[in-house]
């Protein structure tokens, strides 16, 4: 018998093999004491049975095999180069270990296979990130191959995984146990606004800041496929992987992206905090002592109509109200006056720019701004010279469906990549483009794996040639985030939705998975465009706030009133948003469903920011007290309603937060909590807590 063990500050893991075979995960949760006795846990373990079907009970290994007897989900399907089915019997080779690695080596003589398993500990974020590979002697067909397999709590009455569409990402979907399968699939090619490939699994005794929770994150931009299974005897599995049939070649060597892990004994709380902290530490790449910039975006403005004095009086304005970064979005390139040409066609339009885009971004950098722009280099349109030189660059048929007007280059071809890169450097080497929205607005004609790994080299080709360069993952909006794609881009934007309500939903659910240093939110128009729905400038302005902040309207329509507010706000955010990238932040739940809340609370525990915002009308006539987290229980806080002049409200109360400065324990804020004025629906609550003197 072999066994294995793994610890991070909190969580421990353990792995047992029998017999040689791959090995079971037998313990995975809050960290055991140092001299248990893995021998005596691994007998603890073992299941009993009561039918008779088998003379044993088939191990739910980290790769469950068809020879092994398994009739679940099995953990991988490969076969040969004449399609014939293989079925390997894994015999362990090696170990590699040490303090944070176990990479476990098991090798199939008669096949010429070779499976190899690797689980890295992140102590201090209290992440496992586990990754599987097959290696062949002769070349193979890999049909599906999943990370090294979970053997998943039985504990839990249900999960949490995330559906959507464009402009409704992070929609929470609970899902009960029951026997059989439960999969979730993204076969468009990138992560995809409805199968964010998160999971989690809380205990039933689990809330938001207790309880015993497991959560999972599979870090690749491409389609991929999560599966649940409780077999008939009640145990349970969570595959993760790249799409099922999503390898189109043979090939002697497949591997799978990094699935994260964490255990929290705190709720989905502490799922959120380990999960953010990795993100943050260890997969972005950029300087913790660098400022988040105020973005402004030009899109919702000018849309394609380009000219450049009204840019400039547009950048003018927002630099006024307190932006620091201006973005050129779509419609600055050769012959693009919509969404149905001249993508790949990455040269400056001279009608629009006939100086080129220098004069503008002098203009904005006169003002003290840096300057981005748009890509989306995917993508061609057929209305092209590129796609007119090189029609055989594309995925797909000639004749297939087109996404809005556009097709997808096959990045995986090197000249392909070639003149993508030259072109993107050459833009970037002449005009001091600090930053790159990188988007991708269609699905792909078909899952290929091939094509997500192209990308990551482009992309690191890209950042090697211009380190200083900022990258934010766009994919129509929430398209594609994931951690595969982070470790090349500082920034995503959430949704294409710029109406506030939405974002604040988004926002909410999306807070587990990002840390707020990353997460792009924008002002958006008084009336939103992708909603129609009109909406106050304080609420709008409060939303983007809580993460990283930024304007897309067109601020010539801003009245006066609007346009100091959101001066204000802009900066207070500023004032602010350092000690904010390095918070503890905590969903606060309530019994009131009209009410989404966090607060954010910096590290010496001695300020802190709770927003509330009222999404809907509250079915009570009288608002609930809101319990407060992570402050100190016996330190005394001035607290405040810092925007209880914006607040449209029902009250009648004229005490309590909307007219005093109250200074209350921090047991007190989170054991009875503190009682919130009577607002209506789209209103945010901004209070700010100081420690008192």
């Given at each position: 018998?072999?066994?294995?063990?793994?610890?991070?500050?909190?969580?421990?893991?353990?792995?047992?093999?029998?017999?040689?075979?791959?090995?079971?995960?037998?313990?995975?949760?809050?960290?055991?004491?140092?001299?248990?006795?893995?021998?005596?846990?691994?007998?603890?373990?073992?299941?009993?049975?009561?039918?008779?079907?088998?003379?044993?009970?088939?191990?739910?290994?980290?790769?469950?095999?068809?020879?092994?007897?398994?009739?679940?989900?099995?953990?991988?399907?490969?076969?040969?180069?004449?399609?014939?089915?293989?079925?390997?019997?894994?015999?362990?080779?090696?170990?590699?270990?040490?303090?944070?690695?176990?990479?476990?080596?098991?090798?199939?003589?008669?096949?010429?296979?070779?499976?190899?398993?690797?689980?890295?500990?992140?102590?201090?974020?209290?992440?496992?990130?586990?990754?599987?590979?097959?290696?062949?002697?002769?070349?193979?067909?890999?049909?599906?191959?999943?990370?090294?397999?979970?053997?998943?709590?039985?504990?839990?009455?249900?999960?949490?995984?995330?559906?959507?569409?464009?402009?409704?990402?992070?929609?929470?979907?609970?899902?009960?146990?029951?026997?059989?399968?439960?999969?979730?699939?993204?076969?468009?090619?990138?992560?995809?606004?409805?199968?964010?490939?998160?999971?989690?699994?809380?205990?039933?005794?689990?809330?938001?800041?207790?309880?015993?929770?497991?959560g999972f994150h599979y870090g690749w931009s491409g389609g991929h496929r999560m599966i649940a299974e409780q077999l008939p005897?009640?145990?349970?599995?969570?595959?993760?992987?790249?799409?099922?049939?999503?390898?189109?070649?043979?090939?002697?060597?497949?591997?799978?992206?990094?699935?994260?892990?964490?255990?929290?004994?705190?709720?989905?709380?502490?799922?959120?905090?380990?999960?953010?902290?990795?993100?943050?530490?260890?997969?972005?790449?950029?300087?913790?002592?660098?400022?988040?910039?105020?973005?402004?975006?030009?899109?919702?403005?000018?849309?394609?109509?380009?000219?450049?004095?009204?840019?400039?009086?547009?950048?003018?304005?927002?630099?006024?109200?307190?932006?620091?970064?201006?973005?050129?979005?779509?419609?600055?390139?050769?012959?693009?006056?919509?969404?149905?040409?001249?993508?790949?066609?990455?040269?400056?339009?001279?009608?629009?720019?006939?100086?080129?885009?220098?004069?503008?971004?002098?203009?904005?950098?006169?003002?003290?701004?840096?300057?981005?722009?748009?890509?989306?280099?995917?993508?061609?349109?057929?209305?092209?010279?590129?796609?007119?030189?090189?029609?055989?660059?594309?995925?797909?048929?000639?004749?297939?469906?087109?996404?809005?007007?556009?097709?997808?280059?096959?990045?995986?071809?090197?000249?392909?990549?070639?003149?993508?890169?030259?072109?993107?450097?050459?833009?970037?080497?002449?005009?001091?483009?600090?930053?790159?929205?990188?988007?991708?607005?269609?699905?792909?004609?078909?899952?290929d794996a091939s094509q997500t790994r192209s990308l990551y080299l482009l992309l690191n080709r890209i950042r090697d040639s211009?380190?200083?360069?900022?990258?934010?993952?766009?994919?129509?909006?929430?398209?594609?985030?994931?951690?595969?794609?982070?470790?090349?881009?500082?920034?995503?934007?959430?949704?294409?939705?710029?109406?506030?309500?939405?974002?604040?939903?988004?926002?909410?659910?999306?807070?587990?998975?990002?840390?707020?240093?990353?997460?792009?939110?924008?002002?958006?128009?008084?009336?939103?465009?992708?909603?129609?729905?009109?909406?106050?400038?304080?609420?709008?302005?409060?939303?983007?706030?809580?993460?990283?902040?930024?304007?897309?309207?067109?601020?010539?329509?801003?009245?006066?009133?609007?346009?100091?507010?959101?001066?204000?706000?802009?900066?207070?955010?500023?004032?602010?948003?350092?000690?904010?990238?390095?918070?503890?932040?905590?969903?606060?739940?309530?019994?009131?469903?009209?009410?989404?809340?966090?607060?954010?609370?910096?590290?010496?525990?001695?300020?802190?920011?709770?927003?509330?915002?009222?999404?809907?009308?509250?079915?009570?006539?009288?608002?609930?007290?809101?319990?407060?987290?992570?402050?100190?229980?016996?330190?005394?806080?001035?607290?405040?309603?810092?925007?209880?002049?914006?607040?449209?409200?029902?009250?009648?109360?004229?005490?309590?937060?909307?007219?005093?400065?109250?200074?209350?324990?921090?047991?007190?804020?989170?054991?009875?909590?503190?009682?919130?004025?009577?607002?209506?629906?789209?209103?945010?609550?901004?209070?700010?807590?100081?420690?008192?003197?």
């Amino acid at each position: 018998m072999k066994h294995w063990r793994l610890d991070t500050d909190n969580q421990t893991l353990v792995l047992s093999s029998l017999d040689n075979r791959v090995p079971c995960l037998i313990y995975w949760g809050q960290k055991l004491p140092g001299d248990e006795s893995l021998e005596d846990l691994i007998e603890a373990s073992k299941k009993d049975w009561g039918d008779n079907l088998l003379d044993k009970v088939p191990d739910l290994s980290i790769l469950p095999e068809q020879s092994a007897n398994f009739t679940g989900q099995l953990g991988c399907k490969i076969r040969d180069i004449n399609g014939q089915i293989l079925s390997p019997h894994f015999i362990f080779q090696s170990e590699v270990v040490n303090n944070n690695l176990l990479a476990l080596t098991y090798i199939d003589k008669a096949l010429g296979l070779t499976y190899i398993a690797s689980i890295t500990a992140y102590s201090s974020n209290d992440i496992f990130a586990l990754s599987a590979k097959i290696e062949s002697d002769n070349p193979i067909n890999m049909e599906w191959l999943s990370t090294p397999v979970i053997a998943a709590s039985q504990s839990s009455n249900e999960m949490i995984d995330y559906g959507g569409q464009w402009g409704g990402e992070f929609r929470k979907q609970l899902t009960p146990w029951v026997t059989g399968v439960h999969m979730r699939e993204s076969r468009s090619g990138t992560t995809s606004h409805a199968n964010f490939p998160g999971l989690i699994i809380p205990s039933k005794a689990c809330s938001e800041n207790l309880g015993s929770c497991y959560g999972f994150h599979y870090g690749w931009s491409g389609g991929h496929r999560m599966i649940a299974e409780q077999l008939p005897d009640g145990r349970r599995q969570i595959q993760f992987g790249n799409t099922e049939n999503s390898e189109l070649s043979p090939g002697k060597s497949f591997e799978t992206a990094e699935l994260f892990i964490s255990h929290s004994s705190e709720g989905l709380s502490g799922i959120g905090k380990a999960f953010r902290s990795h993100v943050a530490e260890s997969i972005v790449n950029f300087s913790k002592d660098k400022l988040r910039p105020v973005h402004y975006n030009c899109w919702e403005a000018i849309y394609f109509d380009h000219n450049v004095d009204q840019l400039k009086e547009i950048a003018s304005l927002a630099f006024d109200i307190g932006a620091e970064r201006f973005v050129l979005d779509d419609g600055w390139f050769k012959g693009r006056h919509n969404a149905h040409s001249s993508l790949g066609d990455w040269t400056v339009d001279e009608i629009k720019y006939p100086h080129g885009l220098s004069p503008l971004v002098n203009h904005i950098q006169s003002l003290g701004m840096t300057f981005g722009l748009w890509f989306e280099p995917e993508m061609v349109s057929p209305d092209s010279d590129l796609y007119r030189q090189h029609p055989n660059w594309i995925m797909g048929d000639e004749d297939q469906l087109l996404g809005r007007g556009q097709l997808v280059l096959d990045i995986s071809l090197k000249e392909v990549q070639d003149y993508l890169f030259e072109r993107v450097s050459a833009l970037l080497e002449v005009y001091p483009i600090e930053y790159i929205k990188w988007d991708h607005n269609r699905v792909l004609p078909y899952p290929d794996a091939s094509q997500t790994r192209s990308l990551y080299l482009l992309l690191n080709r890209i950042r090697d040639s211009h380190p200083e360069v900022e990258i934010e993952s766009c994919s129509s909006g929430g398209g594609r985030i994931d951690y595969g794609i982070l470790r090349y881009a500082q920034r995503v934007w959430l949704s294409d939705s710029n109406d506030a309500l939405e974002r604040l939903r988004i926002q909410h659910e999306a807070l587990l998975w990002l840390p707020i240093s990353v997460t792009g939110s924008h002002v958006g128009p008084k009336i939103c465009h992708t909603s129609g729905r009109e909406l106050s400038m304080s609420f709008r302005a409060w939303v983007a706030a809580q993460r990283h902040m930024g304007f897309e309207m067109d601020p010539r329509e801003l009245n006066s009133q609007d346009k100091d507010l959101l001066k204000s706000v802009t900066t207070w955010w500023k004032a602010n948003r350092q000690w904010m990238v390095e918070a503890s932040i905590f969903r606060l739940p309530s019994i009131d469903e009209s009410v989404m809340a966090e607060i954010q609370v910096n590290a010496s525990l001695d300020h802190f920011v709770v927003f509330v915002g009222q999404s809907i009308s509250s079915k009570f006539s009288s608002p609930t007290p809101l319990l407060l987290e992570g402050l100190n229980p016996m330190t005394m806080y001035n607290v405040s309603l810092v925007n209880k002049k914006e607040i449209n409200s029902l009250s009648k109360l004229e005490e309590g937060l909307l007219t005093k400065t109250l200074k209350l324990s921090g047991q007190f804020l989170m054991t009875q909590g503190i009682q919130l004025p009577k607002v209506f629906p789209a209103n945010m609550l901004v209070i700010e807590g100081d420690i008192a003197a």
